[in-house]
């Protein structure tokens, strides 16, 4: 019998205490990369709904959005766009600035990265306050993409990013949910 898909997550994604500072519970992802079966059963779940629909882009935040991305723009055949810290893009960037638990940054990405319309699935590893993928969100907006959906390996429901990026109107995808931070 095939295991279901909240235990082939809880058995593959590592939980370090204390990192990166006391209190937090890091959800480390490397573990689910590395065992091949667990990765394309992530994988596979993340494309499920949107197998057959228009989708142009992918866009992936750095850096564990990078991995997943690109296999999510593999299997539905359409391209993947970085989203980077700011200056560590080589072309003419967009770039928004977001708020951090002590202070802002910036994220942007090629200007010709997605064309106005161009529907587009953000996806990334985690979400958590949601402070990054909202930035992220607002960033495709500012060029003028229609996304479809935000997509993550791993909510932690507690902290509310969810929340935040329905309330932009922008469907959330989740595979496992764990409490606390």
Known sequence: MKPSLEDT???????IPDYPKPGILFRDITTLLGNARAFRRAIDELVHPYAGQKVDKIAGIEARGFILGGAVAHQLSAGFVPIRKKGKLPFDTVRVAYSLEYGLDEMEMHKDGVAPGEKVILVDDLIAT???????VKLLR???ADILAACFVIDLPDL???AKLEALGVPVRTLIGFEGH
């Open 160 to 162: 509310g990013g969810r």
């Open 9 to 15: 997550l809880l058995a593959s994604i590592r939980t």
């Open 130 to 136: 949601g402070g990054t993928a909202e930035a992220a």
């Open 142 to 144: 500012q060029i003028g």
